[in-house]
């Protein structure tokens, strides 16, 4: 029983993760069409207006100052890491851009340790190797093939920048997690990325057509979802034992791409994919005496 309750909040995640992956696909078709800020803005928006009720309905306060800061924080760092995200999505492979963002785990597990105090086990380390392993072997060669246009220089630096942003997220999304309810989470995430993304609507807004509302509001609906399942695994597990899960989002893309598109997996692949999995069961397992959350 001890072992089933240890294992919920990584299946959470992955569940979460999963989530996200084929909000991903969602978005880069929207924001092909309608540009990255217009796509993200609504999606946020849209995402408020579903959670924000049911927050309220269920008898949801607003939060004292100390989880309000929290929230502002991760808001604000969530907008800029999925604006610069979305707009490196539209100038980069699918996979390849989600294959790069894998670094953002290998960095927040020293970030955890670095504001949140936590002590970084060897196997914690040895799982985000291995998941890192994984993604070279999966990539190799495949940026380095490719002429490196303008376009493909500024998706490569917006998808650094976001990456950086994606660590410092991950190690907050588990402070936040700890002292709000997942719907809490969802709802002023939502409200406090279109709040800091309002400014650029000026320059950067662009009213979109019928196809990619459809595909912000399904997109709205994957994210509330999986912002909701990763804020209850994060008040149940140490930043350092999720993390590494984030390497799954690479075996999502690749069922979404067989599923979607019939896209094959080659065997480098299906080798990295296998690295990536003993990574995610590596920081999975605990020892007994470290099991209560």
């Known amino acids: 029983m001890a072992s089933d309750h240890r294992l919920l ?10 989530l996200f992956a084929a909000m991903d696909a969602f978005m880069k078709s929207a924001a092909i069409i309608t540009g990255a800020y217009s796509a993200l803005i609504l999606r946020s928006a849209i995402g ?12 949801g306060r607003w939060p004292r100052a100390a989880v309000l800061r929290i929230h502002v924080k991760r808001g604000i760092v969530v907008a800029f890491m999925a604006l610069s995200f979305f707009f490196a999505l539209v100038r980069l492979p699918m996979a390849d851009a989600i294959a790069l963002s894998f670094v953002a785990p290998l960095i927040a597990l020293y970030l955890a340790a670095i504001l949140l105090g936590e002590t970084i086990e060897r196997r914690a380390v040895v799982a985000a190797l291995l998941g890192l392993a994984g993604v070279i072997v999966i990539i ?17 630096g917006a998808m650094g920048f976001s990456t950086l942003l994606y660590a410092w997220n991950l190690v907050i999304q588990r402070e936040q997690a700890l002292v709000a309810a ?4 969802a709802s002023f995430q939502n409200g406090i990325v279109a709040i800091a993304l309002l400014p650029l ?7 979109p057509g019928g196809e990619a ?5 399904a997109a709205a609906v994957l994210a509330t979802g999986a912002a909701i399942l990763l804020a209850w695994a994060y008040a149940r597990a140490q930043a ?6 984030e390497y799954s989002a690479f075996l999502w893309a690749a069922l979404f791409g067989w599923l979607f598109f019939r896209e094959g997996l080659g065997p480098g692949t299906v080798a990295g994919a296998t690295l990536i999995v003993i990574g995610c069961w590596i920081a999975a397992r605990r020892r007994p005496e470290q099991s209560a959350l």
């Open 201 to 207: 609507a000026p320059l950067l807004f662009a009213v």
């Open 140 to 156: 190799g060669g495949k940026l380095g093939s490719q002429a490196l246009d303008r376009d493909t220089a500024l998706g490569l």
């Open 9 to 18: 909040p990584v299946l959470a995640t992955a569940i979460g993760i999963g």
């Open 182 to 185: 997942p719907l809490e989470v």
């Open 213 to 217: 509302w459809r595909d912000i509001a």
């Open 48 to 59: 408020l207006a579903i959670v924000a009720p049911a927050w309220i309905a269920l008898g």
């Open 240 to 245: 350092q034992i999720l993390v590494p899960v």
